[in-house]
């Protein structure tokens, strides 16, 4: 994915260099192309606190859940990797701490669009809104606590890193966190 991703800076966003990265959290499926970039050009990576642990290789992904499919990752060097600051507008995005499918995960919210960068806070299927997948998730229940940011933030799309967009997910949050039998 590094050289299509490669291709795009150099073309579409020519003009407009990558000036940092920002994680949502540390997870394999979130940072395995960064290696690779990281090496070509020189950009921190950005991550909540708690997550540099994780992506340092202090910590391990694997002992935050019983029977956790998560791998560990290769460790990064501490001088790619940069704290969140929370408080921070990131090119008109902002950082909510949103903790439960990882220790530090965090949503990014950017008010001009009404749109909200979820990572793994949910799943979507065919526009509707799911919950984070199982057995990657640290802590169900504190992550569907997580998700009432959209009922704060009423953004009118919200992407979810894994299967799509949801629009107006503050409606259907309701009901996914009734139903807690949903997948």
């Not at 220790?103 to 008010?111: F, I, Q, R, S, T």
């Not at 606590?145 to 409606?171: D, F, Y």
Request: net charge neutral.
């Amino acid at each position: 994915m590094w050289g299509s991703l490669r291709e795009e800076l150099r073309t579409t966003f020519r003009g407009h260099p990558l000036t940092r990265i920002l994680l949502t959290h540390g997870h394999t499926d979130h940072v395995g192309m960064l290696y690779e970039l990281t090496e070509e050009i020189a950009v921190p990576i950005t991550a909540h606190e708690i997550e540099l642990p994780f992506l340092t290789g202090e910590r391990s992904y694997t002992t935050l859940r019983e029977g956790s499919k998560n791998k560990d990752i290769p460790p990064f060097a501490k001088n790619k990797l940069e704290p969140l600051n929370l408080k921070g507008d990131y090119g008109g995005l902002i950082p909510y701490p949103t903790p439960g499918h990882s220790l530090g995960h965090v949503a990014y919210y950017h008010p001009e669009d009404r749109i909200l960068l979820a990572g793994d806070l949910f799943t979507a299927f065919f526009g509707k809104l799911r919950k984070p997948i199982h057995k990657f998730t640290a802590n169900m229940e504190e992550s569907l606590q997580s998700g009432a940011i959209v009922e704060r933030l009423q953004p009118e799309l919200t992407a979810c890193s894994h299967c799509g967009v949801v629009k107006e997910a503050s409606l259907q949050y309701r009901n996914l966190v009734k139903d807690r039998s949903l997948a």
